[in-house]
């Protein structure tokens, strides 16, 4: 289990671009985040005073992104970044409702090479209802041995 200390430890987002409260658990293929973040008031992801539903979908990638680190699949010379978004299946209008209680982001790694990875992935509200299910692309860009990027 990890805390949102060892989170932000493990991943770029810091501060409030960080959305994960917690890792309950992980193998090699899956990852299990939990999340009180959606319910803050200055989330800074709000718009009109409102959380909607897709940024679930940033919640999962970086989810994604700890379970590359977690699991020794991304290093500090890996440079990840969100390629695409699949197959997303909104099942509410927002996600700060106080009714959907902590969240679980549940991710699965579907496919991994020297391009990149793909994750599927679904977040659920506190009673285990799904809120928003989807497919992540994440694409690697090396850094070379002195830090810039590698063309």
Same mark, same amino acid.
């Given at each position: 289990?990890?805390?949102?200390?060892?989170?932000?430890?493990? =991943?770029?987002?810091?501060?409030?671009?960080?959305?994960?409260?917690?890792?309950?658990?992980?193998?090699?293929?899956?990852?299990?985040?939990?999340?009180?973040?959606?319910?803050?008031?200055?989330?800074?992801? /709000?718009?009109?005073? /409102?959380?909607?539903?897709?940024?679930?979908?940033?919640?999962?990638?970086?989810?994604?992104?700890?379970?590359?680190?977690?699991?020794?699949?991304?290093?500090?010379?890996? =440079?990840?970044?969100?390629?695409?978004?699949?197959?997303?299946?909104?099942?509410?209008?927002?996600?700060?409702?106080?009714?959907?209680?902590?969240?679980?982001?549940?991710?699965? /790694?579907?496919?991994?090479?020297?391009?990149?990875?793909?994750?599927?992935?679904?977040?659920?509200?506190?009673?285990?209802?799904?809120?928003?299910?989807? /497919?992540?692309?994440?694409?690697?860009?090396?850094?070379?041995?002195?830090?810039?990027?590698?063309?």
């Amino acid at each position: 289990m990890l805390d949102r200390a060892a989170i932000l430890e493990k =991943i770029p987002h810091k501060g409030q671009s960080c959305l994960l409260d917690e890792c309950s658990s992980w193998t090699d293929d899956t990852l299990t985040a939990l999340t009180r973040v959606h319910l803050i008031p200055d989330n800074p992801l /709000r718009h009109d005073g /409102r959380l909607g539903v897709l940024v679930g979908a940033e919640m999962a990638m970086q989810a994604a992104a700890l379970h590359g680190a977690v699991t020794g699949a991304l290093n500090a010379t890996t =440079i990840g970044y969100l390629a695409s978004l699949r197959d997303l299946e909104p099942r509410c209008d927002r996600l700060d409702r106080a009714a959907y209680g902590t969240l679980t982001i549940s991710v699965r /790694r579907e496919q991994k090479d020297s391009a990149g990875m793909v994750y599927s992935f679904t977040v659920c509200s506190q009673l285990e209802e799904p809120l928003l299910t989807g /497919r992540g692309i994440v694409m690697f860009r090396a850094m070379s041995p002195l830090g810039a990027l590698a063309v």
